[in-house]
Structures are given as C-alpha cells and as structure tokens.
Nanobody, 114 residues
C-alpha cells in the first residue's frame, strides 16, 4: 500500500510563493497519473494540477500560469510550485492519483493572507 506524505505548506502573503512536495513510499509513476488536489474550508476537494499518462500536464483554470507541477521519478516525488498566490488559494493541498486510487495523506495547509 503506497503512502503519500505532503509537505511545504505554510502562511504566505498574497503575491508570495510556496513549493509543495509529495513523497510516496513506493513506486508510483509507472502505475498512476499523479496530481495535486486542494480542499478549502466548506468546499469540495478539487483537482488543481496533474500529469496525464503521456506526462503532459493540465491545470485548473484559476491556477494556470501561476502553478507548475513537476516530478522526480527517482525520488517518487511530485512537486507543486505555486507563485503569485492569492487568498483564494488557501486550502489543504493533497497529492493523489487521477482518478484517486491511493489512500489520502494528511495534506499540507496553505494559507494566503496579509
């Protein structure tokens, strides 16, 4: 059973940047198309960015041009670079497969506030 551990969240001012990491306990990229999700208070979890099977990327419209997903196969790790952060980006961020097929990790809190 693969386990996912997200890290890198924190408190940042609007316009700031954060870099999130998601480390998997086992090999993932040969089996799953990985993605980042987020869940804001009182809202449903939404898919933010991900890889397709052919390694192309896709993004939620509201984060296009600001967020970048990347990966390190040798480390079984997925990253999310977040720039020009806005208060609406405040949420708990999770990684998982798309569609979700792995147990959820604990997530990492991102708070954008002045």
């Amino acid at each position: 059973q693969v386990q996912l551990v997200e890290s890198g969240g924190g408190l940042v001012q609007p316009g700031g940047s954060l870099s999130l990491s998601c480390a998997a306990s086992g090999s993932i990229f040969g089996f799953y198309a990985m993605a980042w999700y987020r869940q804001a208070p009182g809202k449903q979890r939404e898919l933010v960015a991900g890889f397709t099977r052919d390694r192309s990327t896709y993004y939620l419209d509201s984060v296009k041009g600001r967020f970048t997903i990347s990966r390190d196969n040798s480390l079984n790790t997925v990253y999310l670079q977040m720039n020009s952060l806005k208060p609406d980006d405040t949420a708990v961020y999770y990684c998982n497969a798309d569609p979700q097929r792995i147990s959820w990790g604990q997530g990492t809190q991102v708070t954008v506030s002045s």
